[in-house]
């Protein structure tokens, strides 16, 4: 009783921004991301008989007991749905740089998700792994699909009709995603605290609510016509939107930093000169920028130019769940 799988990251261009209910991560609004092709997590799963509980092991290191019940929560989902009490031993690598403001949990309870529900037996179809997957980390839901993803956000309290859906396949629309590695400081308010402090006291959250739909029709219809300017256009300014609520929160914070304002000033100027490309940033310091194959060497150079960039890492759109046994 034992599979592998492996998941890749992915980076939300219509940001996914407050829960609607925090245990079983629904969301307030639906989002969009692209999954991206250089960072993964590969894991395996066994089920075993002869164990007496769950063992997690980290990149070949015996993970702590609170990363370890986090996994065995979320496997408990798994064995409930299977009608089997058996614990597992969850093997997992990253090639997830976390340095760079890539969350691994997207793409670790994605494959976590895949191997695990193959493992114990489970037939299920893409859309039921969405929703299994973002039960662990919302934006998992999003990594089993490859190239441009929705997460539809759903209305039923029981979240079954909260899942992804694939937009558009990564082999028909290439586009570069390069992801900033910047010289900051950790983040001092958590994403998933800052989540709850803007939704619970942000002054601004109501105006986010009504804004993002518009994007996301937006975003949907850019991508649908290929039309790069117009999705670099609202990916950014949605961003923007999302990171200004923190601000209306109580008490405010923010996530910039001083090198991450360096990047979005470096961006703007480049479009100032003729370059299309455009920033997003998540719930951190570090920024992700958007533009076209043939401009990404002229804009990854622009960038390392900056003195607190560390490096820069060039991504495309990615595929989806792959199975590996």
């Given at each position: 009783?034992?599979?592998?799988?492996?998941?890749?990251?992915?980076?939300?261009?219509?940001?996914?921004?407050?829960?609607?209910?925090?245990?079983?991560?629904?969301?307030?609004?639906?989002?969009?991301?692209?999954?991206?092709?250089?960072?993964?997590?590969?894991?395996?799963?066994?089920?075993?008989?002869?164990?007496n509980k769950d063992v997690f092991l980290l990149n070949g290191e015996k993970a702590n007991e609170h990363e370890t019940n986090k996994i065995s929560r979320f496997?408990?989902?798994?064995?409930?749905?299977?009608?089997?009490?058996?614990?597992?031993?969850?093997?997992?690598?990253?090639?997830?740089?976390?340095?760079?403001?890539?969350?691994?949990?997207?793409?670790?309870?994605?494959?976590?998700?895949?191997?695990?529900?193959?493992?114990?037996?489970?037939?299920?179809?893409?859309?039921?792994?969405?929703?299994?997957?973002?039960?662990?980390?919302?934006?998992?839901?999003?990594?089993?699909?490859?190239?441009?993803?929705?997460?539809?956000?759903?209305?039923?309290?029981?979240?079954?009709?909260s899942h992804a859906v694939p937009i558009l396949h990564e082999n028909e629309w290439n586009v570069s995603i390069l992801s900033v590695l910047l010289e900051s400081?950790?983040?001092?308010?958590?994403?998933?605290?800052?989540?709850?402090?803007?939704?619970?006291?942000?002054?601004?959250?109501?105006?986010?609510?009504?804004?993002?739909?518009?994007?996301?029709?937006?975003?949907?219809?850019?991508?649908?016509?290929?039309?790069?300017?117009?999705?670099?256009?609202?990916?950014?300014?949605?961003?923007?939107?999302?990171?200004?609520?923190?601000?209306?929160?109580?008490?405010?914070?923010?996530?910039?930093?001083?090198?991450?304002?360096?990047?979005?000033?470096?961006?703007?100027?480049?479009?100032?000169?003729?370059?299309?490309?455009?920033?997003?940033?998540?719930?951190?310091?570090?920024?992700?920028?958007?533009?076209?194959?043939?401009?990404e060497e002229a804009v990854r150079q622009a960038l390392l130019d900056l003195e607190k960039v560390k490096g820069v890492h060039t991504c495309h759109p990615g595929?989806?769940?792959?199975?590996?046994?």
């Amino acid at each position: 009783m034992h599979a592998t799988a492996r998941a890749h990251t992915n980076i939300a261009l219509i940001k996914y921004w407050g829960k609607r209910d925090e245990s079983l991560f629904l969301p307030t609004n639906s989002s969009l991301s692209i999954t991206l092709d250089e960072f993964y997590t590969t894991t395996t799963v066994s089920f075993q008989p002869s164990l007496n509980k769950d063992v997690f092991l980290l990149n070949g290191e015996k993970a702590n007991e609170h990363e370890t019940n986090k996994i065995s929560r979320f496997l408990d989902k798994i064995r409930i749905r299977a009608n089997k009490q058996i614990y597992a031993e969850v093997n997992s690598l990253n090639q997830v740089p976390t340095a760079a403001g890539f969350a691994s949990s997207a793409s670790g309870f994605a494959a976590l998700a895949a191997a695990a529900t193959k493992a114990i037996g489970l037939e299920v179809t893409n859309q039921e792994l969405s929703i299994i997957a973002r039960q662990g980390s919302g934006s998992a839901c999003r990594s089993i699909y490859g190239g441009f993803v929705e997460w539809q956000q759903g209305v039923l309290d029981d979240g079954t009709d909260s899942h992804a859906v694939p937009i558009l396949h990564e082999n028909e629309w290439n586009v570069s995603i390069l992801s900033v590695l910047l010289e900051s400081e950790q983040k001092k308010v958590l994403s998933r605290d800052g989540m709850k402090r803007t939704v619970e006291t942000s002054v601004f959250y109501s105006g986010w609510l009504e804004a993002v739909q518009k994007d996301l029709t937006t975003a949907k219809q850019s991508i649908a016509e290929r039309n790069f300017e117009a999705l670099g256009k609202v990916a950014e300014a949605n961003a923007l939107k999302m990171h200004a609520t923190t601000l209306g929160a109580e008490p405010p914070f923010m996530y910039w930093q001083s090198s991450t304002l360096d990047v979005m000033q470096k961006i703007q100027e480049l479009r100032e000169a003729g370059m299309q490309a455009y920033f997003t940033i998540d719930a951190g310091p570090n920024v992700k920028v958007l533009c076209q194959p043939k401009d990404e060497e002229a804009v990854r150079q622009a960038l390392l130019d900056l003195e607190k960039v560390k490096g820069v890492h060039t991504c495309h759109p990615g595929p989806g769940i792959v199975y590996l046994d």
